[in-house]
């Protein structure tokens, strides 16, 4: 099976998309990574076809203040400029992102099946949640019911206006206007991060989190015996800022050893029990006792998987959402807005409960209960 993996560069959305590239690979099929950045070099680097994604560049005519916009009329922009890569890769199959439409687009407009990849949990509205993004629980109650119908009802208007943009950017690339959607939807979550719904879609398919690991490099924790708490700040554009200095502040004195994951080596000198930089964060995990994170969804699964609980210190974006359904589950606290006292308070609290340790090994349990995308997309196929 030949099989088009298309996302964009920004880590969150990309590492997935390589991560499920390695899957086809290790089932003996053969990916294309289309995409931009830094992650070209990185699929070459292990063995993987990688294209670049063009059309992604903001043109005169584009309003990226406006979220519907940038995400279909753009994606209308960049499935033209896909369909000479698309024709010469021949794929069978188009594997999207969830956000990076024209990979979706493209595959419709040269009539190959398609399969939509959600690398964190399904954003979809439903009619029985509050909105995505909230971070709010689904209404008890009749009280419960109304809240959540009034809410629905409140952004019903976006949900339409950005309909009506998708249908007139499918019209601008000669598709019809109403969308018939991915063969499948693969959503790359683990089952504790999601929440029940009565409309969930029959094409959707829980497959876990894609993680991996793109660097070999093993960043060596700081000496000493105190427990190791792993910071990992957002690298989303909508992620809170000042993480690192706020950690170094908060944690002083606390008698803990602290490894910042960064791509880009701090500019200022670090103290003696915090060392810095670009590494395995697997590894970094697996000695760790706690994790502090933008509530990216990355970093986050990975933390689960190794049964570490966490501070979340969300932004915009899922990142709100995300970090609420952790914080309802107990594997994690929820901080917001970020300071010194706050985060102290946090990682004190979360080092001294056992049960939030408890609850990211529940959650991490669940992995036995996903599907493997590489069969569904066989699947689609078949």
């Given at each position: 099976?030949r099989?088009?993996v298309?996302?964009?560069?920004?880590?969150?959305?990309?590492?997935?998309?390589l991560?499920?590239?390695?899957?086809?690979v290790?089932?003996?099929?053969?990916p294309?990574f289309?995409?931009?950045g830094?992650?070209?070099?990185?699929a070459?680097d292990?063995g993987?076809?990688a294209?670049?994604?063009?059309?992604?560049?903001?043109r005169?005519?584009?309003?990226?203040?406006?979220?519907?916009?940038?995400l279909?009329a753009?994606?209308?922009?960049v499935?033209?400029?896909?369909?000479?890569?698309?024709?010469?890769?021949s794929p069978d199959?188009?594997?999207?992102?969830?956000?990076?439409?024209?990979?979706?687009?493209?595959a419709?407009?040269?009539g190959i099946?398609?399969?939509e990849?959600s690398?964190?949990?399904l954003?979809?509205?439903?009619?029985?949640?509050?909105p995505?993004?909230?971070?709010l629980?689904?209404?008890?109650?009749?009280?419960?019911?109304i809240?959540?119908?009034?809410?629905?009802?409140?952004?019903?208007p976006?949900i339409?206006?950005?309909?009506?943009?998708?249908?007139?950017?499918?019209?601008?690339?000669?598709?019809?206007?109403?969308?018939?959607?991915p063969?499948?939807?693969m959503?790359a979550?683990?089952?504790?991060l999601?929440?029940p719904?009565?409309d969930?879609?029959?094409n959707?398919h829980?497959?876990g989190p894609l993680v991996?690991?793109?660097?070999?490099?093993?960043?060596?924790?700081?000496p000493g015996?105190g427990?190791?708490v792993?910071?990992?700040?957002?690298?989303?554009s909508?992620?809170?800022g000042?993480?690192?200095d706020t950690?170094?502040?908060?944690?002083?004195?606390?008698?803990?050893?602290?490894?910042?994951?960064?791509?880009?080596?701090?500019?200022?000198?670090l103290p003696a029990?915090v060392?810095a930089?670009?590494g395995?964060q697997?590894?970094?995990?697996?000695?760790a006792?706690?994790?502090?994170?933008?509530?990216?969804h990355?970093?986050?699964?990975k933390?689960?998987l190794?049964g570490?609980?966490?501070?979340?210190?969300?932004g915009?974006g899922?990142?709100?959402?995300v970090?609420n359904?952790i914080a309802r589950?107990g594997?994690?606290?929820?901080?917001?807005?970020?300071?010194?006292?706050?985060?102290r308070?946090?990682?004190?609290?979360?080092?001294d409960?056992p049960?939030?340790?408890?609850?990211?090994?529940s959650?991490?349990?669940?992995?036995?209960?996903v599907?493997?995308?590489?069969?569904?997309?066989?699947?689609?196929?078949?």
């Open positions: 099976m099989v088009a298309v996302a964009g560069p920004e880590a969150g959305h990309a590492v997935p998309a991560g499920l590239c390695r899957k086809f290790a089932a003996g099929d053969d294309v289309v995409s931009d830094r992650w070209l070099d990185v070459r292990i993987i076809e294209r670049k994604l063009g059309g992604l560049a903001p005169e005519v584009d309003d990226d203040s406006d979220s519907g916009a940038k279909h753009r994606a209308a922009h499935s033209t400029a896909l369909l000479p890569d698309l024709r010469d890769i199959l188009v594997v999207s992102d969830v956000i990076t439409v024209g990979g979706a687009m493209a419709e407009r040269l099946p398609w399969v990849l690398p964190h949990p954003y979809l509205p439903s009619k029985g949640l509050p995505i993004g909230s971070g629980a689904a209404g008890t109650g009749v009280r419960g019911r809240r959540d119908a009034m809410l629905r009802a409140a952004t019903a976006h339409r206006k950005g309909r009506a943009q998708r249908g007139e950017a499918r019209l601008s690339v000669g598709l019809p206007a109403d969308d018939p959607g063969a499948a939807r959503i979550t683990l089952p504790a999601e929440v719904r009565p969930w879609p029959s959707a829980l497959v991996w690991e793109p660097s070999d490099n093993v960043l060596e924790p700081p015996d427990p190791l792993v910071l990992a700040p957002s690298t989303a909508t992620g809170a000042g993480m690192l950690a170094i502040h908060a944690l002083d004195g606390l008698g803990v050893r602290m490894l910042v994951t960064l791509f880009e080596p701090p500019e200022t000198d029990w060392r930089g670009y395995r697997d590894e970094m995990l697996r000695h006792s706690a994790l502090v994170c933008g509530a990216g990355g970093v986050l699964a933390a689960l190794a570490v609980p966490l501070v979340t210190v969300p915009g899922d990142q709100w959402e970090a359904r589950q594997s994690g606290v929820l901080i917001r807005p970020l300071s010194v006292e706050a985060l308070d946090a990682v004190r609290g979360v080092l409960d049960a939030y340790g408890a609850a990211a090994r959650a991490a349990a669940g992995i036995a209960d599907e493997d995308p590489v069969a569904v997309c066989r699947a689609v196929l078949a």
